[in-house]
């Protein structure tokens, strides 16, 4: 036991069960513990881009990360339920389950990868490129987006949002160019599923980033 210790249980850092007298203190602790699962959600997303850009990657290797978002989301949860109800504490929970919900966006997008991988199939050239590219994009939104709700800044989030227009146009423009090389090669369309899939998901993570910018106001409305 000693020279192969058993893994620490997950557990939250800064839920202390007292602060609950204080529900302003509550609040920020929660939102503290908020930013550790949105850390740990952006590194899902990491290792979807690396996986992307290297061609190769398991689905396994993120379940580590999506246990540490799944535990700590539930913790927020249960913590928040406890405060008083005249205490705003639904945008923390929206926060907490947004989070979960990108985290499996991230999950499910490396796993479709993967079974194209263990096919023999890889993307072309230029779909890779461009999938890699929505995904820095949709990874350098997210941490804004996490950085404004942790800090409520509301310039931040708004930039985040603004941003949304053009990510959806790249995903539109990914979609046309993949039908124009579909006409041309037939090596193509061995991908074709696996790429209109990614951009989907990549549509759902984008509008949850908007979502979690959307929550700055409502969490830090009284900052």
């Keep these: 036991a000693r020279l192969a210790p058993s893994p620490k249980p997950l557990a939250p850092k800064y839920l ?12 920020g602790l929660a939102l503290r513990e908020l930013a550790r699962i949105g850390d740990a959600a952006r590194h899902m997303l990491e290792g979807v881009l690396k996986a992307l850009v290297q061609e190769t990657g398991h689905e396994a290797e993120l379940l580590p990360l999506e246990e540490k978002v799944d535990r700590l989301s539930r913790e927020v949860l249960v913590y928040v339920a406890k405060l008083p109800q005249d205490t705003p504490a639904l945008p923390l929970l929206k926060a907490a389950s947004e989070l979960e919900h990108l985290a499996d966006l ?20 230029e779909g890779k490129a461009e999938l890699a590219r929505i995904v820095g ?9 996490l950085t404004a709700l942790a800090t409520g800044n509301r310039a931040l989030a708004e930039r985040v949002l603004a941003e949304y227009p053009e990510v959806l146009a790249e995903v539109e423009a990914s979609r046309e160019a993949h039908l124009r090389r579909l006409r041309d090669r037939v090596e193509t369309r061995a991908s074709t ?16 980033v908007n979502r979690l910018a959307l929550l700055v106001e409502e969490i830090h409305k009284e900052g």
Excluded: I
């Design 16 to 27: 202390r069960p007292e602060a609950l007298n204080d529900p302003l203190l509550a609040q």
């Design 106 to 125: 991230a999950k499910r997008a490396l796993r479709k990868a993967e079974r194209l991988w263990t096919q023999g199939v890889t993307f072309s050239p």
């Design 193 to 208: 599923l696996t790429h209109l899939d990614l951009l989907l998901l990549l549509e759902e993570l984008n509008l949850g």
């Design 137 to 145: 994009r949709t990874l350098a939104r997210l941490e804004r987006a």
